[in-house]
């Protein structure tokens, strides 16, 4: 009987010991999804994408393939804010990042990098290719049912494109995708801009590769005046 008694505690034991180790795994994965979540969103935060923009530079570098990030703005977004609250403005954010979401391969990703700015990861992409997957972004946003549904009028996105190039480390890869999208809303917004075409370009010009800011789709989604 006294053996049959210790058995049976320690069978108890091992439970609790193995219920209690499962508990405290999923509390630290929790934990772990939390620190690098967007709460918002449910986007990888700005610390998830330092994690991802530094492997997927290591990745390209040691595979020689070409890698490319855009940089994404919700156009006249503080009007959103200050028109239909902040309620309505993190519904638009959410519809936002839903889109770029939905619109991407399975191999990029796409991080919220603060306030109404998105940061996209585009493995094995180039240039051009990254320039057309921002257009494709750009006009799934522009025609997301959601708008209408929330009653805001039309809401757009300005991108900026740049592909890593020899010798970039992060902050000159993302320097040049802010600089594109910069050059994206000083043109009018809800445009495309790549950081390649800007290399050509003459001081003060705005003759880049903008893709549609003078296009009949960009004319017909006026953002929120």
């Known amino acids: 009987t006294l053996y049959i008694n210790l058995a049976v505690c320690l069978i108890i034991t091992l439970v609790v010991l193995a219920l209690t180790g499962a508990t405290l795994g999923r509390y630290q994965n929790r934990v772990e999804e939390l620190a690098t979540t967007d709460k918002l969103t449910g986007l990888a935060n700005r610390q998830a994408f330092d994690l991802l923009i530094r492997q ?3 990745d390209a570098k040691r595979n020689q393939t070409p890698l490319a990030v855009l940089m994404a703005d919700i156009d006249h977004f503080t009007e959103v804010n200050d028109r239909f609250g902040h309620l309505v403005g993190d519904e638009v954010l959410k519809g936002v990042a839903t889109a770029l979401k939905n619109g991407l391969r ?3 990703s796409v991080s919220r990098w603060g306030g109404e700015e998105f940061l996209v990861i585009l493995k094995a992409c180039g240039s051009e ?9 750009r ?19 300005s ?15 993302l320097g040049r995708a802010d600089n594109a999208l910069y ?3 000083a043109s009018g917004r809800n445009c495309v801009y790549s950081s390649a075409a ?3 370009l003459v001081p003060g010009s705005h003759d880049g590769d903008t893709n549609s800011d003078n296009s009949e789709d960009s004319g017909g989604n006026a953002p929120v005046a």
């Open 106 to 108: 399975e191999s990029d």
């Open 159 to 173: 991108l900026g494109v740049a592909e890593l190039l020899p010798g970039d480390d992060m902050d000159a890869l």
């Open 56 to 58: 997927a530079m290591n």
């Open 183 to 185: 050059e994206a809303k």
């Open 198 to 200: 800007l290399l050509t």
């Open 129 to 137: 290719q990254a320039r057309h997957l921002a257009e494709k972004l």
């Open 139 to 157: 006009l799934t946003v522009s025609s997301a049912p959601l708008w209408a549904e929330l009653e805001v009028g039309a809401v757009s996105i």
